[in-house]
C-alpha cells in the first residue's frame, strides 16, 4: 500500500472515531430522561413530604396555642377576693357552692345585670351552635351572653362565624388588689385612717398602679362577706370616696377595714369579658377560598386572630347537679335544666337587700370544668388525596372531608383532633 492511502485510511478512521451513531445517541437521551424522571420524583417527593411535615408543625404549634391561651382565660372565671368559698354554711360548699353574689350599685354595660345583685352564673356562658350557626342558647342573650355585638353570623365568607362551631363568653376579675386600712392602723405612717359611710383608706395612693383609679371608674370592693361593684373617685391622703346618694342610699362601706381583709380592685380596668368563636377571613393566595380561625374579642375590642385552620370547636361543661350527681352537658342542656336541679342560691348580705331564685340558666353557677374539644387542618394543601379523621364530638368512625360542615372547600388537608379538660379553680374550691 502506498504512503498516500496509508495516510487516507488514518484520516477516515479519525474522523469517524470524532462522533456519535444514532443508536448511542439514543441511548443517551433514554438514559437522561430516565435520570431526570428520577429527579423529578425525587424532588417531589421531598417537597410533598416536607410540606406534610410544615402542616403538622403547624397543626401541633396552633393545638398548643389555643389550648394555652383559652386556659389562662377559664381559670380565672368565678375569682372573688376571699370569697372564692362560702363562709356560711359548709351544707352549701357540699352543695357545689364556691362563689357568692356580687351586689352592684352602678350601671354595667359588660353583660352583667346592670344594677342590684349579680348570679354568679353570669361569669360563664356558653352557645351550642348547630349546623345553620344557630345557637342555643343565643350568642345575644342577656344577661350573660356577648354585650358588644363583635361575634359575626353564621356564613361562609370572609367575616362571618362558621356553622356547627361553639361560642363561649366568659368574665373574670384579674388579681391586681390593694388592701383596705382601718382607724386602728394609725401607726402606719399615714394620716389617720378612716372607715365611713362614703369613704375609705387604702395602702398607697389609688391613683397609682394597680389600681389606677380615675373619677367614675368601678371599683369591687370586698371582704369575706361582702363584695360590692361602685362608682368610686381617688382623694387626697390615699383615700377613696364613694358617693352615697337617692341612688345608692346602702353603698355604705363602713364595713371595710383591715382586720376583715378587705380588698380593692379596678372593676372598670381589670374585669374584662372574653368571648371566643371560629370565623373566617380571605385566603391570602385565592380571594374564591376562605381560611378558618378560632378569634377572641375582649371588652368590646376587635377581634383578634389566635390561630388559623380551626374548622370546629365543640365545648361541654362539667357540672354539679343540687343532689350531688355531676355530669358534662352542652349548652343548650346546661341552659336548660330545671331550676329544681341546681344548687341552692348564694346567700346575701342582708345590708344588700334583694335575693336571688333559681330559674333559667342556674345550672351555670355550678360549672366546675370546661372540656374543649376542636378540630385543626393545616391551612394549606398538604396531601395529595383528602386525608381521613376521627372527630370524637362526632363518634370514633373515620370520616373523609368530602363535605364538612361549615359549608367551604374541605382541600387537601391533614387534620387533627385536639382535646383537654380545664378546671375552673375558683370553682373547686
Not at 380615675?214 to 362608682?231: E, H, T
Not at 368571648?275 to 376587635?302: M, Q
Not at 366546675?368 to 396531601?383: D, E, P, Q, R, W
Request: contains cysteine; proline residues 5%; charged residues 15%.
Amino acid at each position: 500500500m502506498s504512503t498516500e492511502n496509508k495516510m487516507y485510511k488514518h484520516t477516515s478512521i479519525k474522523c469517524r472515531s470524532l462522533g456519535f451513531s444514532l443508536i448511542e445517541l439514543m441511548i443517551a437521551i433514554v438514559i437522561g430522561v430516565i435520570m431526570l424522571s428520577a429527579l423529578v420524583s425525587l424532588f417531589s417527593n421531598f417537597s410533598g413530604m416536607n410540606r406534610a411535615q410544615n402542616g403538622l408543625a403547624r397543626l401541633q404549634e396552633n393545638g398548643r396555642y389555643v389550648f394555652l391561651r383559652i386556659k389562662k382565660d377559664t381559670e380565672h372565671v368565678g375569682y372573688q377576693p376571699c370569697s372564692t368559698i362560702s363562709m356560711d354554711s359548709p351544707v352549701r360548699i357540699d352543695q357545689g357552692f364556691a362563689t357568692r353574689a356580687l351586689v352592684s350599685f352602678t350601671t354595667l354595660t359588660n353583660g352583667l345585670p346592670t344594677i342590684g345583685v349579680i348570679d354568679t352564673q353570669y361569669m360563664i356562658q356558653g352557645h351550642e351552635c348547630g349546623d345553620t350557626g344557630n345557637c342555643t342558647p343565643t350568642i345575644g342573650i342577656s344577661p350573660g351572653g356577648d354585650p358588644y355585638d363583635r361575634i359575626p353570623e353564621p356564613g361562609t365568607v370572609a367575616g362571618s362565624r362558621a356553622n356547627k362551631t361553639d361560642v363561649l363568653t366568659i368574665r373574670y376579675l384579674a388579681a391586681n388588689a390593694v388592701s383596705v386600712l382601718s382607724s386602728s392602723d394609725a401607726s402606719i405612717g399615714n394620716a389617720i385612717a378612716i372607715s365611713t359611710d362614703s369613704s375609705f383608706m387604702i395602702n398607697q395612693d389609688p391613683r397609682l398602679p394597680p389600681l389606677s383609679l380615675q373619677d367614675g371608674d368601678n371599683i369591687l370592693i370586698a371582704n369575706c362577706l361582702n363584695a360590692m361593684i361602685v362608682s368610686a373617685r381617688p382623694q387626697a391622703g390615699n383615700n377613696i370616696s364613694v358617693p352615697i346618694g337617692a341612688v345608692n342610699p346602702t353603698a355604705s362601706v363602713k364595713w371595710a377595714s383591715r382586720e376583715s381583709l378587705t380588698t380593692v380592685y379596678n372593676f372598670s380596668k381589670r374585669f374584662f369579658t372574653v368571648s371566643y368563636y371560629v370565623g373566617f377571613k380571605e385566603h391570602p393566595n385565592d380571594s374564591s377560598k376562605v381560611i378558618s380561625s378560632l378569634y377572641r374579642t375582649e371588652n368590646g375590642n376587635d377581634p383578634q386572630e389566635l390561630a388559623e385552620g380551626v374548622e370546629r370547636f365543640d365545648l361541654t361543661y362539667g357540672v354539679n347537679f343540687a343532689d350531688g350527681r355531676v355530669a358534662y352537658l352542652k349548652a343548650d342542656e346546661v341552659q336548660n335544666t330545671a331550676a329544681s336541679e341546681c344548687i341552692i342560691e348564694p346567700l346575701i348580705p342582708s345590708a344588700f337587700g334583694g335575693e336571688l331564685t333559681n330559674g333559667a340558666g342556674c345550672l351555670w353557677r355550678s360549672v366546675f370544668a370546661i372540656k374543649v374539644n376542636f378540630l385543626l387542618n393545616t391551612v394549606y394543601n398538604s396531601s395529595g388525596d383528602s386525608e381521613a379523621f376521627i372527630y370524637s364530638p362526632d363518634g370514633l368512625t373515620e370520616q373523609l372531608p368530602d363535605s364538612i360542615p361549615s359549608g367551604v372547600d374541605p382541600g387537601h388537608m391533614y387534620r387533627k383532633e385536639f382535646t383537654e379538660t380545664i378546671s375552673l379553680q375558683s370553682n373547686n374550691l
